[in-house]
């Protein structure tokens, strides 16, 4: 069992910054690859970013270039940091884990997660 707490999320003006961060427990972060994904009320859960076990990484376009993550094994540790925030990345955050034997692969479909946060609110005004 994994269980994941995000942090992090808050308001923010369009152009700012917000760093998120998304701790877990047990001793399986290290074997499991990491991944972020957003939503909005009445829209469909949307894939933000996904980082391997090795620290393969994948964004979504609508992101790309503006927000990064990354790991650290060593606190159990995933990040996500935003920058250039727009008012349409305003949504709930949810950090997610997913156990796997592949050092290399990352994943961008929530159904193959196996774990997920709570959810940290995040919200750019114009």
């Known amino acids: 069992q994994v269980q994941l707490v995000e942090s992090g999320g808050g308001l923010v003006q369009a152009g700012g910054s917000l760093r998120l961060s998304c701790a877990a427990s047990?001793?399986?972060?290290?074997?499991?690859?990491m991944g972020w994904f957003r939503q909005t009320p009445g829209k469909e859960r949307e894939f933000v970013a996904a980082?391997?076990?090795?620290?393969?990484?994948y964004y979504a376009d609508s992101v790309k270039g503006r927000f990064t993550i990354s790991r650290d094994n060593a606190k159990n540790t995933v990040y996500l940091q935003m920058n250039s925030l727009k008012p349409e990345d305003t949504a709930v955050y949810y950090c997610?884990?997913?156990?796997?034997?592949?050092?290399?692969?990352?994943?961008?479909?929530?159904?193959?997660?196996?774990?997920w946060g709570q959810g940290t609110q995040v919200t750019v005004s114009s």
């Open positions: 997610a884990a997913v156990l796997t034997g592949y050092s290399g692969r990352y994943y961008y479909r929530g159904d193959e997660y196996d774990y």
């Open positions: 047990g001793r399986t972060f290290s074997s499991s690859a």
């Open positions: 980082i391997s076990k090795n620290e393969n990484t």
